[in-house]
Structures are given as C-alpha cells and as structure tokens.
C-alpha cells in the first residue's frame, strides 16, 4: 500500500533567514582557516573540535535536544507532535581535507540546522521529529579511511576496516578509537536502529561543474559513487645517486612512477557514464631516504579508485593491483598492496527522489537529476533508512580547494527546499 503525502499550503510556508544561515556557515568558516584562505579541520584535531563546539552552542541557541554519541556524532532534536514516530534526520560534516574550501560538508550541517529553527520558529506543525547530524570524520584526508561516523552509525565499521587505517604521523585510527572507548568489539555499539529513522536527507554543494555549466541550481542525486582505496608500496634498493648505473638499479620511485601513469591511461578509457565512467587518483606518495642524492629504495601511494558503478569500479581496481604486481615483477623489486577502504556505489531513494521533484516542480524550480560522483555520508545512512541529497552549484566546479565557491542565494535556495521537503516527509 501507497503511503499518503500530506498536502501543505505551500504559501504559508515561511522562508529561511539567509542572513543568519551565511552568518554562521562563515563562523564555521572561520575556524582553521590559513594565509591563503585554505580550511584545515581534520578529524580529532583541536580545530574540529572547535568548529564542533560552535556547533553545539547554536544548537542550544535554537532550543534543541542534544545528543553526543562516544565518537563525538552530534545530533539536534526537535519533537514532533508524535515523539514515537521515527525521526527525520538531516546534516553532513564539519571535517575537512587539507586546505580545502569552506562550504564541502557545513552548507549541509548549517543548512539542516537553519531549516529546523526556522519550522521551529514559525511553530510549523510536523508529526515526526527532526533530527540535525554532524558526523565525524567524513573526509579520508587523515586516515585515508572516508564517512567515519556515519559508517560507525550504519554499523558498517568492522574490526578488519581499520587494520590498515594510519594517519601520517603513524598514529592508527584504531588506537584513536580505543582512546574514546571504541574497541574492536564493540564497533556495533554505535549503531543505530533503522526503525528509530523515516528518512535521511543531505544539502550538498555538487563539488563538479555539471550544474552551472547547464545553469540550474538544483541538483537531485540518484546514486552515490563509491571508492576503493589502498596503499601500495614498492620495494627497492636505496642506492647513492652518483655510483650506482641506471641499469643496475632497483628504484622504487620509478615503479609509481609507471603505475601513475597506468593508473591515468586506464581511467581515461572510461569517458562516459554509459560505460561506467571511473576516475582515478593517486594523492599521497611518501619516499624513502627521500633526500636529492639517493635512489629511492621505497615508495608508497595512496590510490583512489571511484565510479557510480560497481563492476567499472572493481574491474579498475583489479587492473591496478595487477599492474603494480606485473610492474614490482619486471624491476624485480617488492610490492605491497594494502586495502584501506572497499565499497560500492549506493542508489538513493526513489521515493523521496519523487517527493523532492514534486516540490521543485510546484515551486518551478529547473533541476537536474543527476548522480554523484563524490562520496558522502548519505551513501552510509542509505543503507539503514531511506536517504535523499540535494546539490547546489560549485562555481567553477572546485572543491578540495581555497577557491571553492557557492553564491548565498544558491545556498539559501538549497536550504528551503530541504526545509520543506523535510517538512512534507515529516507529515506522511
């Protein structure tokens, strides 16, 4: 049987107050911002912290129940006229990458908080509750490991996932969680329960340049890209660079190089959605001695491996691994192959897909349907209730970067209409 959707005079619906929402978008901004105007929070550091705490304070500007789970999760509640109902849950990350932009992860946070002050305000009648979600740790740019406190909340965290996950420094994501009282055995303990959620819904800059290419300002998401991600080192022999003759050397940094390059070659066979398109990345290398005078005797990357679907995805994957063992073969040097994170690309909701177009459709809103290429806490809570993500555009399509950019009218649009299909959903 069809659930109903409650109609709603969508003319007494109130708009959100830009003003505060890009008020404190950019206290959320502020915090870990550099020279150059690059953000850096990573995860667990004293500025993420921070930027959490100005969180919890404008929380409890806005009259709502807190919760802080043991990870640091942090979720803002307002009852609805049936406290029993499962709740409506929105938000995204406050984490960043290194140097990165401004608006990739709070424009959801904020603007999920904006929406429910602003039903609170007005007294807009809901029947479910509604929940704002901060997550932890969103980004990989720390541990390599990707949607943290949301994977913790699906109960999708197992003791093996985090066997290979180390930030730069050594420091294993595993102790970190020990730390906070998370063992190996009781990864599951932050879990929540499906039937205490209807729904769970994600404002998100589109990080790309589709929508501003074709000039509309509203993106509605499908699917989610998914990434594999390991760790591969080469081992050769560190040698002096003046003595040594290039025929006799075993260089470890020439074995990454090759497989840079195939790594590139074979992405750029996938061009069009239609066939599966993968992208490939290789964002870290550290080398060993690592000085101008010696051939390097060890190499490590760190390979990403993403695509909406997973067959293009895993075929890619495998293509590498194979390559950098064929590579280590042909130099007759070592090779290690860590996997840190395996996933596959999450479908979105169908249903809640109608809901928001319906409403872009009465509001003649132009938008474009569209999956994502960027991963997102929404593709974890997909997998324990239905889950929704609304785009807005990314000047230039930069992300990752001090110049990303979304005007605050975009912003704010994206804003109301994740009020109100929060508000409709909540009403079914």
């Not at 595993?174 to 209807?198: E, F, W, Y």
């Not at 790309?208 to 022999?237: H, M």
């Not at 459709?361 to 997998?383: C, F, N, R, T």
Request: proline residues 4%.
């Amino acid at each position: 049987m069809k659930r109903q959707i409650t109609v709603i005079d969508r003319s007494t619906l109130p708009a959100i107050n830009q003003r505060r929402l890009m008020r404190d978008l950019n206290a959320i901004g502020r915090i870990g911002i550099g020279n150059r105007g690059g953000v850096t929070r990573l995860v667990f550091s004293i500025k993420e912290l921070r930027s959490r705490q100005v969180l919890i304070h404008l929380l409890r500007q806005a009259g709502l129940k807190i919760h802080i789970d043991s990870i640091g999760n942090i979720f803002g509640r307002l009852e609805g006229s049936d406290a029993k109902a499962p709740a409506v849950l929105s938000g995204s990350h406050l984490d960043t990458v290194i140097h990165g932009g401004k608006y990739d992860g709070p424009v959801g946070v904020i603007g999920a908080l904006e929406a429910i002050r602003t039903i609170k305000e007005n007294r807009i009648d809901i029947r479910a509750p509604l929940e704002v979600v901060c997550f932890v740790g969103e980004e990989s740019s720390r541990f390599g490991f990707s949607t943290l406190g949301s994977s913790l909340v699906a109960g999708e965290v197992h003791a093996k996932d985090l066997a290979n996950a180390v930030d730069a420094q050594g420091t294993k994501l595993a102790d970190v969680l020990a730390s906070l009282g998370i063992t190996r055995k009781n990864l599951r303990g932050l879990a929540r329960d499906p039937k205490t959620l209807k729904a769970y819904f994600e404002l998100h800059i589109e990080q790309g340049p589709i929508l501003e290419a074709i000039g509309k300002r509203i993106g509605l998401v499908t699917s989610i890209a998914a990434p594999s991600r390991f760790r591969i080192t080469f081992t050769g022999q560190a040698d002096h660079s003046g003595t040594t003759p290039m025929e006799m050397r075993k260089d470890a940094l020439v074995a990454a190089a090759k497989l840079i390059e195939f790594i590139e070659t074979t992405c750029r066979k996938f061009t069009t959605m239609a066939k599966g398109r993968v992208v490939g990345t290789v964002g870290a290398l550290k080398i060993e001695p690592g000085v101008i005078n010696a051939v390097p005797g060890k190499t490590e990357l760190l390979v990403d491996i993403r695509a909406i679907t997973a067959p293009a995805k895993n075929r890619v994957a495998k293509m590498v691994k194979a390559e950098a063992q064929h590579i280590a073969d042909q130099r007759n040097i070592g090779v290690e192959v860590l996997t840190i994170r395996e996933e596959d690309p999450v479908p979105l909701d169908k249903r809640l897909l109608r809901v928001t177009k319906a409403i872009c459709d009465e509001k003649k809103l132009v938008y474009e349907i569209m999956p994502s290429g960027a991963g997102h806490d929404a593709m974890q809570m997909a997998k324990i209730t239905p889950a929704a993500m609304i785009f807005i555009p990314s000047q230039r399509g930069i992300s990752h970067n001090p110049l990303e950019w979304t005007g605050p009218d975009d912003i704010a649009l994206g804003t109301q209409l994740l009020m109100e299909t929060m508000i409709r959903v909540a009403n079914e």
